[in-house]
């Protein structure tokens, strides 16, 4: 879970939003519905969870994985673990920052003058 302090969560996407913002292909029978509320590492990910694998040496990670929904390239597919929807991409590290990104969007900068802002006595405003 990212820090509270820098970035403000939103969420939850259903499996089919999950999809089109990771530009990827739904594997299985898995439920469009289904909610997921906050992206983690393979090995921490739970069934509310989407994880992702992109390096091959992470795969018995992978296939023990309690993720609810995992990003995974069409090779690995046969490897995942049962239970797991799988979001099918030829990227997955592309995708998994597209949904990262929608879990965690940028905030907005807040315009205005700081409490702590000072101007130096010796500053001199010019067109």
Not at 13 to 22: E, G, P, V
Not at 50 to 73: E, K, M, P, Q
Not at 78 to 84: E, F, K, Q
């Amino acid at each position: 879970m990212a820090d509270a302090r820098f970035f403000d969560k939103a969420g939850p996407f259903s499996l089919n939003d999950l999809s089109r913002i990771a530009e990827a292909e739904i594997g299985g029978n898995a439920d469009l519905g289904k909610l997921f509320s906050d992206v983690k590492a393979l090995s921490a990910a739970g069934a509310d969870d989407v994880s992702f694998i992109d390096n091959r040496r992470y795969v018995s990670d992978f296939a023990a994985s309690h993720a609810g929904a995992i990003l995974t390239a069409p090779d690995l597919v046969d490897r995942a673990p049962v239970g797991a929807a799988l979001l099918i991409t030829k990227n997955p590290y592309r995708s998994y920052a597209l949904v990262a990104q929608a879990f965690y969007p940028e905030r907005a900068p807040v315009g205005g003058i700081a409490a702590t802002a000072t101007i130096a006595a010796s500053c001199e405003l010019r067109d």
